[in-house]
């Protein structure tokens, strides 16, 4: 055999080897597919309830609030069952949208006029998370979580500068003065600066007047706390911002007295969509990949600010 042949035998292996581990790939995806979505379908099955179970449903709002669908369904549900005889709400959040954060406040304070609602904050709890919290009837903290942030804010970033090196221009066809209100590619003027200060000005009373009466203090007391400014758990308690110093454990022990329990309960979680939490989980595994990568060649990244 000349050296010609060998070679293209070795080409024509290597061919091979490549489709057979393609395939092999393939298969074992597949495979691993099919596990997965056997797996999600049998923990699909309930178990049933009796109706005078001693449950408590945990809503656990994390992370930045940014909407509000998903969280009253959950409360819909907890309404719903009479199994569930008091909610704890987690809170680990550092803020987010005002309607989101004044929805969740008022359905909460709604459904603990028929099922106890006790807020437990964690490490982090402040502006529409504190929101959240004072829409239950006692709100639970670390002596170290970070609540209260009462206060809002709105951060408008202004690139004409960069535009216009960029030699890009941009036309603006508006039917009324303030139709383009906070734009990216200007300066504000003082006529829309003022419109801005206005609704956040009023934004901010709603936000006051809420915790005043959520936690029965004087509107002119909030006054005072409310340019902002952070606490820590113990500084809460001593403002009355918060009802007790308390873990997660705690929050259980106090929910199940204010819902008169008598023993040990079961805590109930609600269940996500599993088809959904299988797409969110590759999602989150392609992201972690793409962050690996990035996180290679950059030295650090910058940890962006919570919004309010």
Known sequence: ???????????????????????????????LSIFALFF??????KKPVLPNANRIGVLEVKGILDGSDDYLKYIRQFQKDDSIK?????????????GASQELYSELKSLDKTKPVIASLGNLAASGGYYTAIGARKILSNPGTITGSIGVIMKLPNVGTMLEKLGIKLDVIKSGALKDLGPMTRDLTPEEKAVIESVMHDIHRQFIAAVAESRKL????VETLADGRIFSGNQALELKLIDHIGNFNEAIRITSKEAGLT???????????????FKQLLEEEGANTLSSIVNHFLLKQTTPQPIS
């Open 1 to 31: 055999m000349n050296q010609a042949q060998e070679t293209n035998q070795k080409q024509h292996g290597n061919t091979f080897l490549i489709v057979l581990a393609t395939i092999g790939g393939l298969t074992l995806l597949g495979l």
């Open 86 to 98: 008091a909610v704890i709400v987690r809170i680990d959040c550092p803020g987010g949208a005002v």
């Open 218 to 221: 004087p509107l002119e007391q």
């Open 40 to 45: 999600f379908a049998f923990n699909s099955f």
């Open 263 to 277: 023993s040990e309960p079961e805590l109930f979680y609600p269940q996500k969509d599993r088809f959904m939490s």
